[in-house]
């Protein structure tokens, strides 16, 4: 079994930083993929970062060019830099993993809230 811990998270004003990292652990033989998505209230869980294991990355236009995912292959560990942040950045974030066991399997983690208000 694998689990995704969470860490980071909490309160930021307008304008500030905050980063956000998560660590898996468990049986696997790879980890293929690892994102961060976010869930508003009344909203659609949506993508926010994604990190492939070949490097490649991917952002979506609302967050580009101000998070940057990270990601450290060796410690199967991912980290979300958010910097600039604005009140609609306000959601619980979850860390997800595609990882190979051989087979491929979806892992989420727990959750963790980013407030951003004044």
């Known amino acids: 079994q694998v689990q995704l811990v969470e860490s980071g998270g909490g309160l930021a004003q307008p304008g500030g930083s905050l980063e956000l990292s998560c660590a898996a652990s468990?049986?696997?033989?790879?980890?293929?993929?690892m994102a961060w998505y976010r869930q508003a209230p009344g909203k659609q869980r949506e993508l926010v970062a994604v990190?492939?294991?070949?490097?490649?990355?991917d952002y979506a236009d609302s967050v580009r060019g101000r998070f940057t995912i990270s990601r450290d292959n060796a410690k199967n560990t991912v980290s979300l830099q958010m910097n600039s942040l604005k009140p609609e950045d306000t959601a619980v974030y979850y860390c997800?993993?595609?990882?190979?066991?051989?087979?491929?399997?979806?892992?989420w983690g727990q959750g963790t809230q980013v407030t951003v208000s004044s």
């Open positions: 997800h993993a595609l990882i190979v066991q051989p087979a491929i399997r979806n892992y």
């Open positions: 990190a492939l294991s070949g490097g490649t990355t």
């Open positions: 468990g049986t696997m033989s790879s980890i293929y993929r």
